[in-house]
C-alpha cells in the first residue's frame, strides 16, 4: 500500500506543520501517546496557538489517521531536553530540529493505558509502511520514544514496549496489507 495513491488523502496544510524537509529525509520514528482522542487531538492541531502536530495518529480502533503527510515536518519532536537518542543530528552550535528527520506516530490513549489489539496492529502497519518507504533499519535507533529526545516526556509513548515493538516489526511474513484503515481530516471531525 502507497499512501500517496490512498483515495481520502489530502495536503493539509496546517500551522503547525512545515512544507518539507528542508532537505532531510526521516531517519527515525517516534512513538507517542496522545494523552487523549483522535477527536480531540484533531481539534487542538487546528487551533493555530497550539504549534503542535503529528504525522500520524493511531485509534483504539485501529484507524490511521494522516495529519501531516510524512513529506513534511510535522511539529511533535523539536523540543531536545537531556537526550538519550543517539540518531539526533549535530550541527556546530547544537542539533538540528528533530522534526525535519523524524516521522511522529501517536497513538490515542492515556501513557497509563495499554494499546488494543487492534491499534498495535496498525501501529506496526504504519510504521512497516515507513520503514519500507524510507528503507529504515529496523533497530531501536530508528524505532524511539520521544522521551528519548525530551526527557521531560518519561512517559510518552506510554505502556508500549519498544523493544518488543522492534522485535514484532522484524518478524517475517508481516502482510503489508494488514492494519487500519487510513483516514483523512474529513473522516475523524
Given at each position: 500500500m502507497n499512501i500517496e495513491h490512498i483515495p481520502?488523502?489530502?495536503?493539509?496544510?496546517?500551522?503547525?506543520?512545515?512544507?518539507?524537509?528542508?532537505?532531510?529525509?526521516?531517519?527515525?520514528?517516534?512513538?507517542?501517546?496522545?494523552?487523549?482522542?483522535i477527536r480531540g487531538t484533531t481539534s487542538w492541531f487546528m487551533n493555530p496557538r497550539a504549534n503542535v502536530s503529528y504525522n500520524y495518529g493511531v485509534g483504539k480502533d485501529g484507524r490511521i489517521v494522516c495529519?501531516?503527510?510524512?513529506?513534511?515536518?510535522?511539529?511533535?519532536?523539536?523540543?531536545?531536553?537531556?537526550?538519550?537518542?543517539?540518531?539526533?543530528?549535530?550541527?556546530?552550535?547544537?542539533?538540528?530540529?528533530?522534526?525535519?528527520?523524524?516521522?511522529?506516530?501517536?497513538?490515542?490513549g492515556r501513557?497509563?493505558?495499554?494499546?488494543?489489539?487492534?491499534?498495535?496492529?496498525?501501529?506496526?502497519?504504519?510504521?512497516?509502511l515507513m520503514i519500507d518507504k524510507y528503507r529504515l533499519p529496523i533497530n531501536r535507533n530508528t524505532v524511539i520514544g520521544h522521551y528519548e529526545i525530551d526527557s521531560r516526556k518519561p512517559l510518552c509513548p506510554g505502556r508500549i514496549n519498544l523493544d518488543h515493538f522492534v522485535i514484532e516489526l522484524r518478524k517475517n511474513g508481516q502482510k503489508k496489507e494488514e492494519g487500519g484503515e487510513l483516514l483523512g481530516l474529513s473522516d475523524v471531525l
Open positions: 481520502g488523502i489530502t495536503k493539509f496544510g496546517y500551522p503547525q506543520g512545515r512544507e518539507g524537509r528542508s532537505g532531510l529525509r526521516p531517519t527515525a520514528l517516534v512513538i507517542h501517546v496522545m494523552e487523549g482522542t495529519w501531516v503527510r510524512d513529506e513534511n515536518a510535522a511539529w511533535a519532536n523539536g523540543k531536545i531536553q537531556k537526550p538519550t537518542w543517539k540518531g539526533l543530528l549535530k550541527r556546530p552550535n547544537g542539533y538540528i530540529n528533530p522534526n525535519l528527520h523524524t516521522i511522529s506516530i501517536a497513538r490515542e501513557n497509563s493505558e495499554l494499546c488494543t489489539p487492534r491499534q498495535y496492529q496498525s501501529l506496526l502497519h504504519i510504521a512497516r
